[in-house]
């Protein structure tokens, strides 16, 4: 409220000068109205009043007084109003409003609450808040202090309740307080005066009015609910409207004139303070006034020097504009009725520019672009309008087609509209980019047939490397293959040196691969005989090979790991010749002492079965020879032929049995030579008399050439006895009727060398390397004689070898076969 005061105090000042000015013409108006109204019949308005002076109390004689009649009575005199003034309290002056008894009611607070009870003017008459009011000596600075005090307050305050009420506040504090509730202000101040309570709750204007009457009591610093105090009019009347407007309009005129009867009226009765605010200055006023003035000083001060500096810069860079070497031209925009760019135009340029492009200042200045430079055209127009509107600026170079000059412009915009340009001629400079170019294409290309060429070279080294990597892989696949073959591998270089060993060869040898690389063969491989005596670097196999070039195999030695464990071996081995030069020798071998063993049962088998038939045999033989003897009566002529079918079969199951039996005997090593001295000679001719029957059967000639000065030998004769007999019998047996045979013995120094020729059948090609293997016999053996069991030259061999003899042939189908038998005379008895 004391803000609402200050301002109207201010506008009141403002309109005063002026108000005198309109005062006749007002006066003018008012007489107007009024003689209108004065015509009128007048109207009675019914104005509750109680005592709340000075705003409005009853003198003794039953008067009406104060700042309100005092209003009203000079508005009603203007409005032709009858006043009927209705005395009583301030309750009862509401109740008559609220119930339409009386029509319009003064010094009423607005309230939230009240404007929903009462009709109110619009225009304030005064404003007023609450005021804590003790004596002097109380002190109450703050609600605080109120904490266990009387006070007393009207019952229909309007500083009570709501939500500013002091009972809202004192509640919220939690502070303890008796209120003492009363109907009029009077009676609040005759209580605290009395001491009955030690504070009052009041308006401020009462509390001004009262100072006189009751000087021990002041207002403390509790101020409460600032309220404007109005006319309050019952709810919906009809009237209301005529008199709400009629009582703002006056309240407002009296309230705008300072000489009105609303402020004398104010006066009178001791409210000027009440309404009238004293302009109070802060203490900090003056010297911020001060500073204040001080600060617009020293700015004119700097503006001056400014401008003085200005106008010092501006010659500055003029001068600076006219001495600069590079090309300065300040340009204004031209633009179309649509405010598009279209071309510009040159406002002003410095001596550089002339002495550069050839164009005098004169002729330069209000010439557009276009026509100067020949450029004017959209992407620098767009840019330059660019540069003016966002002030940003912005670098480019182009090419002045008039002058036929590259430039590097800067553009610039130093003010609205306008846009300046530093323009350095770079035409060098783009020339030797240009040739750079044309260079840089020129290199270009050089690299691009370099760049092709280095392709073609990573093509080839791509292959080389594919073609390394199947190598490698070729090579890792090789030596897979190698270390996964069971047989044990041994491959040497020309010189005996091993150079690839497999994984079995390892373990068959014992010999770790890396130890082995690069040793002699005859260091790694120690073979053995049957009876433990090394074989001689000449006998292995692996040399046989490579004096014979051709495979060698041999299954009858053993080999000694280098942890000196012996087993047998079957051993080949291949030279490897390239270009009909020996390069080395592979030799695969393996481990036979299982084959070993099951050929050992059989040959056990075979051993025992023959022995054990050989009796039974010889029983049925002598039995048969007993009958055919007719030692027990006679036989007829076919059961003769029977005995004689019978006999000849048994004779050849002897035979077989015989054969098998040295066979084993053979194989198992229990055929011994028994050595005594021997008549070669005789031998044979015992022999070709004992065929003589099958000779004569055949009508075989029989050529017999033997060296009759041969001495006695020492050998052993029944084994000699099977070699002769078996190669005779053989030429008989294979040679067809009225052939040829010849048997030959001589003695060639200390080798008694022994042949039987045929004209037979022959040996076929195929059958030839498989002659002196067990149980053979050539295809065409088979059909000349099928009864044949494939054991006699197994049995010769056998025994050649034995006796340290050599056998071997020579034959060709049809013509017939020659068998030779070398045998060193010098016999030894050795076992097998
Ligand atoms: P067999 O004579 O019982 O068949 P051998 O071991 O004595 O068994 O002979 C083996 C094979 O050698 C004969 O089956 C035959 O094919 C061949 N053979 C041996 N001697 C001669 C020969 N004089 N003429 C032709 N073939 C022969």
Avoid at 488 to 511: C, F, H, Q, S, Y
Avoid at 561 to 571: H, M, R
Avoid at 669 to 692: A, C, D, F, Q, Y
Wanted: glycine fraction near 6%; charge should be neutral.
């Amino acid at each position: 409220m004391l803000n609402q005061h200050s301002f109207e105090t201010c506008r009141n000042q403002l309109f005063k000068s002026v108000g005198w000015t309109c005062c006749f013409f007002v006066l003018l108006f008012f007489s107007l109205i009024f003689s209108v109204f004065a015509t009128s019949s007048s109207q009675s308005v019914r104005v509750g009043v109680y005592d709340n002076q000075p705003k409005v109390y009853q003198d003794d004689k039953g008067v009406d007084l104060g700042v309100y009649p005092d209003i009203l009575n000079y508005i009603a005199a203007r409005e032709n109003w009858k006043l009927n003034y209705i005395h009583g309290t301030w309750e009862e002056g509401l109740r008559r409003l609220k119930k339409g008894e009386i029509d319009l009611m003064v010094d009423v607070a607005v309230s939230d609450e009240r404007l929903k009870e009462f009709d109110f003017t619009k225009e304030t008459v005064m404003g007023s808040w609450g005021a804590v009011c003790a004596d002097k000596k109380t002190k109450i600075e703050s609600l605080q202090d109120l904490n266990g005090k009387k006070i007393a307050i009207v019952k229909s305050s309007v500083y009570l309740g709501g939500e500013d009420g002091i009972d809202i506040y004192i509640k919220a504090l939690g502070l303890k307080v008796q209120f003492i509730y009363v109907d009029e202000y009077d009676q609040t101040y005759e209580l605290l005066n009395k001491g009955e309570v030690d504070a009052a709750v009041v308006s401020h204007i009462f509390a001004i009015a009262s100072q006189k009457n009751y000087p021990r009591i002041v207002r403390t610093n509790i101020f409460l609910k600032p309220t404007e105090l109005r006319f309050a009019l019952t709810k919906g009347k009809t009237d209301n409207l005529y008199l709400i407007e009629r009582l703002d309009y006056w309240v407002k005129r009296l309230k705008d004139d300072e000489g009105s009867v609303y402020y004398k009226s104010l006066e009178n009765h001791g409210l000027t303070a009440a309404i009238t605010v004293q302009e109070v200055h802060p203490k900090w006023l003056l010297p911020a006034q001060l500073a204040a003035a001080i600060i617009i000083f020293l700015l004119l001060l700097f503006i001056i020097w400014l401008t003085q500096k200005r106008s010092i810069l501006i010659n500055k860079f003029r001068s600076l504009f006219e001495s600069m070497t590079e090309m300065v031209v300040l340009h204004e925009m031209i633009y179309d009725e649509n405010g598009k760019a279209i071309d510009y135009r040159v406002i002003d340029c410095n001596p550089a520019f002339s002495d550069m492009t050839g164009i005098p200042r004169e002729k330069a200045i209000g010439a557009k672009a276009s026509e100067l430079y020949g450029t004017g055209d959209a992407p620098y127009l767009s840019i330059y309008d660019d540069v003016v509107k966002t002030g940003h600026p912005k670098r480019f170079e182009t090419f002045f087609k008039n002058l036929n000059k590259y430039f590097d412009i800067s553009v610039f915009s130093p003010s609205p509209g306008r846009f300046g340009t530093t323009m350095s001629d770079i035409t060098d400079r783009k020339n030797t980019e240009k040739l750079i170019e044309s260079r840089r294409k020129e290199l270009e290309k050089l690299a691009q047939s370099e760049e092709e060429a280095k392709k073609a070279m990573l093509n080839v080294m791509e292959d080389f490397e594919e073609a390394k990597l199947c190598l490698e892989v070729g090579k890792t696949r090789d030596e897979a293959i190698l270390a996964s073959i069971g047989d044990g591998i041994i491959a040497t270089d020309p010189d005996r040196r091993i150079i690839v060993m497999n994984k079995a060869a390892e373990r068959l040898l014992g010999w770790k691969v890396n130890e082995a690389i690069g040793k002699l063969y005859d260091d790694v491989v120690l073979l053995e005989d049957e009876k433990g005596t090394y074989v001689p670097f000449k006998e292995k196999p692996l040399h046989k090979a490579f004096d014979s070039r051709v495979t060698t195999t041999i299954a009858t030695l053993y080999l000694l790991s280098k942890n000196k464990i012996k087993f047998p071996v079957a051993i080949t081995v291949s030279p490897v010749i390239l270009k009909n030069k020996i390069i080395g020798a592979v030799e695969v071998f393996r481990d036979i002492a299982h084959e070993k063993e099951i050929e050992n049962a059989k040959t056990e088998f075979a051993s025992l079965a023959s022995h054990q038939l050989r009796t039974p045999f010889a029983t049925i033989n002598w039995y048969i020879e007993l009958l055919l003897g007719k030692d027990v009566g006679e036989l007829n002529a076919k059961q003769t032929k029977y005995l004689k079918e019978m006999y000849h079969a048994s004779c050849r199951m002897v035979t077989l049995v015989n054969a098998i039996l040295s066979v084993s005997r053979v194989e198992m090593g229990k055929s011994e030579i028994m050595e005594k001295p021997t008549n070669v000679v005789r031998l044979i001719e015992t022999i070709t008399e004992e065929e003589k029957p099958e000779i004569k059967e055949k009508n075989l000639e029989v050529e017999k050439k033997i060296d009759k000065n041969i001495p006695q030998v020492m050998t052993d004769p029944e084994k000699l006895t099977i070699v002769i007999e078996n190669l005779i019998n053989n030429s008989i047996k294979y040679s067809p009727v009225k052939g040829k045979i010849c048997v030959n013995l001589n003695l060639k120094g200390n080798t008694l060398m022994f042949s039987v020729a045929d004209s037979g059948i022959g040996i076929p090609e195929t059958a030839k390397p498989q002659i002196f293997t067990r149980f053979f016999r050539a295809d065409n053996a088979k059909a000349q004689d099928p009864e044949g069991a494939g054991l006699g030259l197994y049995i010769v061999k056998a025994i050649v070898d034995l006796m340290g003899g050599k056998i071997w042939f020579e034959s060709k189908e049809n013509h017939g076969t020659t068998f030779f038998v070398s045998l060193p005379i010098k016999l030894t008895s050795k076992k097998l």
